[in-house]
Every structure is written in C-alpha cells, then in structure tokens.
Antibody, heavy 120, light 107 residues
Framework: QVQLQESGPGLVRPSQTLSLTCTVSGGSISSGAYYWSWIRQRPGKGLEWIGYIYYSGTTYYNPSLESRVTISRDTSKNQFSLKLSSVTAADTAIYYC????????????WGQGTMVTVSS | DIQMTQSPSTLSASVGDRVTITCRASQSISSWLAWYQQKPRKAPKLLISKASSLESGVPSRFSGSGSGTEFTLTISSLQPDDFATYYCQQYKSYPYTFGQGTKLEIK
C-alpha cells in the first residue's frame, strides 16, 4: 500500500520560502496513473488544495496561490516537493501531500501532515 | 471557484443515532463529490467518491447521495469511532474545493 510522508522545517520566517518534501513509498511517482498533490489546512479552517504535479513534470496550481507556488519532483528519489514563497502568518498551516488518480479528482492516500508555522 | 457549504457546522448525537450531513455546491457538480472523515491530528480519510460510491473497507453504515448541487452523507447508526469531522470536496472543476467541515460530537 502506498505511503506518503512529508518533511521539512516546522518554522519559517515571514517573507521567506517554505519548502517541504513528500517521500512516497509503496508506489512510484513515475506512474502515469496519478497526480501528486499538496493540500493545506490552516488553523480552525477547512482544507485548501494547493496544486499537483504529474510524473511528466506538468503542474497545476490553485490560482489563489499560483504566483507563489512551485511544485517539483525527483523521480530518482520518489519524492515531490512544495515551495511557497513570500510567506506570511496566513500561510501557517498543516501541509499534507496526497495522491489522486488522473481519472478522478478525489484524494485516496494522504501523508500524515506536517505543521508549518510562519513567525519571526 | 465552486463554493462548498456544509451544514450543520456542528452536530451533537448519540451512539446508535442516524445522522445526516448536507453539502451544497454553488453550481452543479454532477456527481463529482467526495466525502472524508478526519480525526484529531490525523489526515483526512476518503469515505465516499462520486457522491455515493463507498470506498473499500468503509463500513456500510456510511452512505452518500445526491447530484447537482445538493448532497448528503448519512451514518445509519453512529458508532463511537465515528465521532470526527467530515468534509465534502468537489472535483468537477479546478480549483478543487472543500466544505468547511462538520464536527460530529458526542451528545
């Protein structure tokens, strides 16, 4: 069964860049059957889809974050990553990586999530 | 963006109760709707896709219905393990959006 695990700093300074990595095990991100996504959950708020990357490197981002987001992948390490630039306190959230099928838009496997706090 | 609105925000119920959570979309999403269960400090777990398709391993007391703009998640007989927060998500169009959640509490 596929497993996803987020990693990265838990504290980021305002105006800096948030960087997280998702390591996938039990499956390959090079499979053409899936999109690999990032989703966040701000304190007391609901879930917000950030964007995805396909094995080919094709990406798609939420327009609300598009100007600040970059998702990339390293197929040799079976990892994909999130960079969010110019962060503010409003970017404080639990960040999840997740998998979805290319033919369906729901997320069937999620990482456990990692809390990122933006603070000086 | 398609707005997803869940009601109620909080629901108090007892073990054995039948409960229903509603999710409304700001425009038609056909049946492109998923339901998730989230427990504290855990990732969301997929329960239902395409409005009514139960995921493998999910107890049959969970069911989903609806199409277009109005959807429901029903738990036929609440079990202690069901007390959690539930989210709907539309995948009709980008950006995919979630409801704000319904917290199911023990009465």
């Amino acid at each position: 069964q596929v497993q996803l695990q987020e990693s990265g700093p838990g504290l980021v300074r305002p105006s800096q860049t948030l960087s997280l990595t998702c390591t996938v095990s039990g499956g390959s991100i090079s499979s053409g059957a899936y999109y690999w996504s990032w989703i966040r959950q701000r304190p007391g708020k609901g879930l917000e889809w950030i964007g995805y990357i396909y094995y080919s490197g094709t990406t798609y981002y939420n327009p609300s974050l598009e100007s600040r987001v970059t998702i990339s992948r390293d197929t040799s390490k079976n990892q994909f990553s999130l960079k969010l630039s110019s962060v503010t306190a409003a970017d404080t959230a639990i960040y999840y990586c997740a998998r979805r099928w290319t033919v369906a838009g729901f997320f069937d496997f999620w990482g456990q999530g990692t809390m990122v706090t933006v603070s000086s | 963006d398609i707005q997803m609105t869940q009601s109620p925000s909080t629901l108090s119920a007892s073990v054995g109760d039948r409960v229903t959570i509603t999710c409304r979309a700001s425009q038609s999403i056909s049946s492109w709707l998923a339901w998730y269960q989230q427990k504290p400090r855990k990732a969301p777990k997929l329960l239902i896709s395409k409005a009514s398709s139960l995921e493998s391993g999910v107890p049959s007391r969970f069911s989903g219905s609806g199409s277009g703009t109005e959807f429901t998640l029903t738990i036929s007989s609440l079990q202690p393990d069901d007390f959690a927060t539930y989210y709907c998500q539309q995948y009709k169009s980008y950006p995919y959006t979630f409801g704000q959640g319904t917290k199911l509490e023990i009465k």
